[in-house]
Nanobody
Framework: QVQLVESGGGLVQPGGSLRLSCAAS????????MAWYRQAPGKERELVAHITSSGFTNYADSVKGRFTISRDNARNTVYLQMNSLKPEDTAVYYCNRHPPFGPWGQGTQVTVSS
């Protein structure tokens, strides 16, 4: 069973940056659309960004221009570069295929606060 391990979260001030990483236990990235999702307290999990196997990307309107998703198939890793962070970006961030399939990882907490 494929495992997804997210890392890179933390506490950052508004306007700051973080880079999240998602490591897969095997080569699921090569032929799959991969995505980052987030879930804020009391809210549904939402799609943040996704990237196809050929590198085409798409973003939620709320993060467009601030976040960048990328992938390294050789390292079985997906990244999310987050710049100009806002308090409303506070959430647990997860990666998975798009649409989601299989078990979710534990996620990584991102807190944007002064």
């Amino acid at each position: 069973q494929v495992q997804l391990v997210e890392s890179g979260g933390g506490l950052v001030q508004p306007g700051g940056s973080l880079r999240l990483s998602c490591a897969a236990s095997e080569s699921i990235l090569r032929s799959n659309i991969m995505a980052w999702y987030r879930q804020a307290p009391g809210k549904e999990r939402e799609l943040v960004a996704h990237i196809t196997s050929s590198g085409f990307t798409n973003y939620a309107d709320s993060v467009k221009g601030r976040f960048t998703i990328s992938r390294d198939n050789a390292r079985n890793t997906v990244y999310l570069q987050m710049n100009s962070l806002k308090p409303e970006d506070t959430a647990v961030y997860y990666c998975n295929r798009h649409p989601p399939f299989g078990p979710w990882g534990q996620g990584t907490q991102v807190t944007v606060s002064s």
